[in-house]
């Protein structure tokens, strides 16, 4: 008996993710690898400044070719991966602690005090993320901190609206209903119920801010903003190198810019992955 088409088609689905799951992952450890390894093997400072070797494009002896004064691009822009990842990291997991705690109160509260946090929300999204944060990161000397304070200040206002929504839809399940009737405090079925079934979600959130995040940061030292131009990020290698491009070398523009592409793709594919984890019965309907 031949095989229904829908199961084959299913099947070919199933495969096509697996592999780019896997593909993502290796990505990602590369990534890590990179970041982890090289700089404490390496240091930064310890590439001279060489002008007769300034701008030499990609060989076998610098796979990334050379800056405008010198130094190899390839360590360059790894230091400048770790510097905008770490940016990344600690500026999404301020934001979603801070957009779950809210997003929780809100939700829990419910209320004039769900009404008047989401009204603070909607104001603050209608003002652009980069507009924002430039007026605060023009509040501080350029730096990591300022930059992620920026950064977190931007990007918690989604996670609040996730973790609402999903607190008011565990609201109404059973075994909430159960630990209110049983004398509960509302305090108590926020932090042992609510809260528990809202952190997979607020994960997902995290995830997919860390690559936002890191773009923030770049757009913020593209614009001399965010970290000072001695310091090596993603951003300041794109910044620095306009002048390059618009000779004609394109490499000191491509290959930072790769390392700010690829991990970003990298945690979109993931991150599709866990969501669909989260929710089965939409793979099963996308599958079908």
């Given amino acids: 008996m031949a095989e229904p088409v829908w199961r084959s088609r299913g099947r070919a689905r199933r495969s096509t993710r697996t592999l780019r799951v896997r593909a993502c992952a290796a990505v990602l450890a590369v990534v890590a690898l990179a970041v982890l390894l090289v700089p404490p093997l390496v240091q930064l400072d310890q590439q001279a400044v060489d002008l007769s070797a300034k701008l030499l494009p990609p060989s076998w002896q610098h796979p990334f070719g050379t800056d405008d004064v010198g130094r190899d691009l ?15 990291l600690v500026a999404a ?31 603050l999204s209608s003002i652009p993320h980069l507009l924002l944060g430039i007026f605060v990161v023009a509040m501080f000397r350029p730096g990591v901190w300022p930059v992620v ?6 990007h918690w206002l989604s996670t609040a609206r996730i973790v609402r929504a999903e607190v008011l839809s ?70 620095g190198a306009r002048g390059s491009l618009l000779a004609g070398d394109w490499w000191p523009t491509l290959f930072p810019g790769l390392l700010l592409v690829l991990p970003t793709l990298a945690v979109a594919g993931l991150a599709g992955a866990w969501r669909d984890r989260l929710h089965p019965r939409r793979r099963s309907e996308l599958t079908l």
């Fill in 74 to 88: 390839l360590l360059r822009c790894v230091y400048g991966l770790r510097v905008s990842l770490l940016v990344g």
């Fill in 170 to 239: 565990l609201r109404g399940r059973p075994y909430v209903d159960a630990a209110v009737s049983g004398g509960a405090s509302r305090w108590r079925v926020t932090v042992r119920h609510l809260v528990p079934g809202v952190l997979p979600q607020a994960g997902l959130a995290a995830v997919l801010m860390v690559p936002h995040a890191m773009w923030h940061e770049s757009a913020l030292s593209f614009l001399g903003l965010g970290l000072p131009s001695h310091q090596a990020s993603l951003g300041t290698l794109v910044q």
């Fill in 93 to 123: 997991l301020v934001a979603t602690v801070l957009g779950t705690a809210v997003g929780a109160a809100a939700g829990a509260l419910g209320g004039w005090t769900d009404r008047l946090v989401m009204r603070v929300v909607d104001t």
């Fill in 149 to 154: 304070v920026s950064v977190a200040v931007t």
